[in-house]
T-cell receptor, first 117, second 114 residues
Framework: AQKITQTQPGMFVQEKEAVTLDCTYDTSDPSYGLFWYKQPSSGEMIFLIYQGSYDQQNATEGRYSLNFQKARKSANLVISASQLGDSAMYFC??????????????FGQGTRLTINP | GAVVSQHPSWVICKSGTSVKIECRSLDFQATTMFWYRQFPKQSLMLMATSNEGSKATYEQGVEKDKFLINHASLTLSTLTVTSAHPEDSSFYICSGAGFTDTQYFGPGTRLTVL
């Protein structure tokens, strides 16, 4: 079964608009972490934001925020005031289990975001 | 933020030869390192997990004798692709994690086997 689902293969947004990238996940573990990474054409994976399953508030990092809806098992990434440099692939990832050091990540298929001037 | 480097950034080799890729954590100690491969327009697939001083744990379907992983220190892990074939051509990315859960990724190595 797919553990991480990103249903939008591609998104096109006008510069300065806000954009939401969807991510749903599936796990029976009560302890888990959700990550978003950005991969520009150069290939590097850039960490954007993290949300733990027990975190009470939605995570925010600058222009990035994570809309965490636990009951719906969704962890959408919101980018405010999009910029041309935001054009890239975006991956949602999940780690099951916590408190035991680094655990492996499972990645979604990614969403290619294109910002139009 | 934490920085991970990889070397080389790209490599072209002949079929049957072995290639070594290095992954270094530059400003933190990576107790755990992960190796992924990524085919064009696809997501990252975990190959193996390595803890410093221990044998690597390979994912199902990954040949441990073909993809040799060594994690001899808290700042260095290596992946050696032995007897490489064209189907091994891919983008290989490593990540390191210290005492937090966040993985920091290297810039990747593009391997082309002729």
């Amino acid at each position: 079964a797919q553990k991480i689902t990103q249903t939008q293969p591609g998104m096109f947004v006008q510069e300065k608009e806000a954009v939401t990238l969807d991510c749903t996940y599936d796990t029976s573990d009560p302890s888990y972490g959700l990550f978003w990474y950005k991969q520009p054409s150069s290939g590097e994976m850039i960490f954007l934001i993290y949300q733990g399953s027990y975190d009470q508030q939605n995570a925010t990092e600058g222009r990035y925020s994570l809309n965490f809806q636990k009951a719906r098992k969704s962890a959408n990434l919101v980018i405010s005031a999009s910029q041309l440099g935001d054009s890239a692939m975006y991956f949602c990832a999940m780690r099951e289990g916590m408190g035991q050091g680094a655990q492996k990540l499972v990645f979604g298929q990614g969403t290619r975001l294109t910002i139009n001037p | 933020g934490a920085v991970v480097s990889q070397h080389p950034s790209w490599v072209i080799c002949k079929s049957g030869t072995s290639v070594k890729i290095e992954c270094r954590s530059l400003d933190f100690q990576a107790t755990t390192m992960f190796w992924y491969r990524q085919f064009p327009k696809q997501s990252l697939m975990l190959m193996a997990t390595s803890n410093e001083g221990s044998k690597a744990t390979y994912e199902q379907g990954v040949e441990k004798d073909k993809f040799l992983i060594n994690h001899a220190s808290l700042t260095l892990s290596t992946l050696t692709v032995t007897s490489a074939h064209p189907e091994d051509s891919s983008f290989y990315i490593c990540s390191g994690a210290g005492f937090t859960d966040t993985q920091y990724f290297g810039p990747g190595t593009r391997l082309t086997v002729l």
